[in-house]
């Protein structure tokens, strides 16, 4: 998607939001991202958007965030990964190994669907709207469908892809109403006991290709 057409679909988007008050932001600087979405509610990042990891590179990741009243509301990350012939779910078997300190294969088994997904994919997720236990009203749906759609627009117009994927907690697979997954893959990952930390089997795959992701946006 070239950014004319990202201006052409995006703009609405801009003005309803900005009709209801909100400001929309994409954020690329890796340099104190996580104390910007900080006051949303998110105190923990997933390994695969820690900004603190040395082989994580600018411009291969960025951020939308909504805010209200000069505070921050809402955000949720992208990040291109180059797989080639791997598969996503070796390259989740590979990764886990460092990434949750255990030195050994932390994972027992994964779906075969996640062996379908290779070459150039998109990571979407850590999707965090703003705690009412902060004293503010979270975002209603509407505004969030919106939110999200922007963030897609955001995705075709930067990168060139194969896939795209996020994971959900099994709980949270009606909310792929919004989110416009085409593929859903529940108890996606298996992990060893105990599982890492903020991982478990009731996790979900979503996943969309290319031509799948880029329909849901219009």
């Known amino acids: 998607m070239s950014e004319i057409e990202l201006v052409r679909l995006g703009h609405p988007l801009l003005l309803d939001l900005e009709a209801l008050g909100y400001r929309l932001e994409i954020e690329k600087s890796l340099t104190g991202i996580k104390e910007k979405i900080a006051p949303i509610g998110r105190l923990d990042v997933t390994p695969i958007m820690d900004v603190d990891r040395l082989d994580f590179e ?30 996503l779910g070796a390259y989740i ?62 995705i075709l117009a930067n990168w060139q892809f194969d896939w795209v994927f996020g994971f959900v907690a099994e709980k949270d697979i009606p909310l792929n109403k919004v989110y416009g997954f085409s593929c859903v893959c529940r108890e996606a990952v298996t992990w060893t006991k105990p599982c890492p930390s903020g991982r478990n089997d009731q996790q979900a795959l979503l996943a969309s290709t290319h031509r799948q992701f880029k329909l849901s946006c219009f």
């Open 58 to 87: 600018i411009g291969e990741a960025f951020w939308v965030i909504l805010s209200k009243d000069g505070l921050p509301v809402a955000s949720v990350s992208a990040k291109v990964i180059n797989l080639g012939p791997e598969t």
């Open 93 to 154: 078997r590979r990764t886990s190994i460092g990434q949750y300190g255990r030195g050994r294969d932390v994972i027992e088994r994964f779906d075969p669907f996640l062996d379908l997904l290779r070459g150039r994919l998109v990571y979407t997720g850590q999707v965090q709207t703003v705690e009412k236990t902060v004293g503010n009203k979270n975002i209603d749906r509407v505004v969030l469908a919106k939110f999200l759609r922007f963030t897609k627009l955001a």
